[in-house]
């Protein structure tokens, strides 16, 4: 879901190298404001890095299994809005199957 967010504070939250690639990766922590269901979020992105007080626009989800928001890419956005469609349907299916035995 696209939200627009005020920067508060940036932070590292934990760094390491790609095993296979070999590629350095960072995770920041960006706490925010100007959204009241989400108060941090977690992202790769280092466009983040030395915003505090600006306001920025982004794509992000709250992940059940790790409890916290995260940014995503617009991509990402559609490929989960296609999954949910698809979800949705099959429970229909399933629903209707059901109700005919």
Partial sequence: ???TIKVEEVSVKKQGTNEKTGKDWTL??????GNPDMIEFSTFNPDYVNSEGQQMRGNFEY????????????????????????MNALREIYDLINKQK
Avoid: D, F, P, R
Wanted: aromatic share 10%; glycine share 0%; with cysteine.
């Fill in 28 to 33: 920041y922590l960006v706490k925010c404001s």
């Fill in 63 to 86: 992940s059940e299994k790790y409890k916290n928001w995260n940014e995503i890419s617009a991509k990402q956005e559609t490929e989960n809005s296609k999954h949910s469609e698809i």
């Fill in 1 to 3: 879901m696209e939200k």
